[in-house]
């Protein structure tokens, strides 16, 4: 079973930025749609960018303009990045990296967090005013 495993979560202040990381365990989601969600306390967990096989994203208008979302496929491992910029305090939340192994049309996970099926631990980020 593929595990992923985010980190780069941390505390900035607004207008700041951070990176975040997900790293798989296992070559295997190189083929496989990957996406970042967000969970704040209280809320439902929501779509922020979702990344193809071959780099095209679907991203949340949320953060459109602020978020870019990136994939390494190595040769023997595979890696999802989340650089976020121009952060507000909304942004804070619990980040999440996911993956779907059949879907052939990832833009579609954005709003259907329930189709990812392996997810993260999540790593926590929190933006101050």
């Known amino acids: 079973q593929v595990q992923l495993t985010e980190s780069g979560g941390g505390s900035v202040q607004a207008g700041g930025s951070l990176r975040l990381s997900c790293s798989a365990s296992e070559y295997g989601p190189s083929n496989y749609c990957m996406a970042w969600f967000r969970q704040a306390p209280g809320k439902e967990r929501e779509g922020v960018e979702v990344i193809g096989r071959y780099g095209t994203a679907t991203v949340a208008d949320s953060v459109q303009g602020r978020f870019i979302i990136t994939r390494n496929n190595g040769e023997s491992s595979t890696a999802l990045y989340l650089e976020m910029n121009e952060l507000k305090p909304e942004d804070s939340a619990t980040y999440y990296c996911?993956?779907?192994?059949?879907?052939?049309?990832?833009?579609?996970?954005?709003?259907?967090?329930?189709?990812?099926?392996?997810w993260g631990q999540g790593t926590l980020v929190t933006v101050s005013a």
């Open positions: 996911a993956a779907n192994r059949r879907e052939t049309r990832c833009s579609r996970l954005l709003t259907v967090p329930d189709a990812l099926d392996i």
